[in-house]
């Protein structure tokens, strides 16, 4: 069975860090790309960041969190990390985590994280 859980979110002062954690199960994230999404109240979902292939090490990330956000893979655990520093209010959103290749897309079902001072 295919399941994604995404965790390590949580309510923050503006600067802190939080980690998130992407634990996949029923599937090998290194077959796929994996990607982070955000969704703020009233906004559509946004890539956030993403190991752009399977079995690959390119990433890509929003301009807004360039620099402060860095994504990352470990196969040994079949986990994806996006480590979040310097956060912001408008950070503010549910996270989710997402594994996309030509056959298959698996979603988790978000973790929210809260900047606020």
């Known amino acids: 069975q295919v399941k994604i859980v995404e965790s390590g979110g949580g309510v923050v002062q503006p600067g802190e860090s939080l980690r998130l954690s992407c634990a996949a199960s029923?599937?090998?994230?290194?077959?796929?790309?994996m990607r982070w999404y955000r969704q703020a109240p009233g906004k559509e979902r946004e890539l956030v960041a993403a190991i752009t292939s399977p079995g690959g090490s390119n990433t890509i990330y929003a301009d807004s969190v360039k620099g402060r956000f860095t994504i990352s893979r470990d196969n040994a655990k079949n986990t994806v990390i996006l480590q979040m520093n310097s956060l912001k209010p408008e950070d503010t959103a549910v996270y989710y985590c997402n594994a996309h290749n030509a056959l298959f897309d698996y979603w988790g079902q978000g973790t929210q994280v809260t900047v606020s001072s």
């Open positions: 029923g599937f090998t994230v290194s077959r796929y790309a």
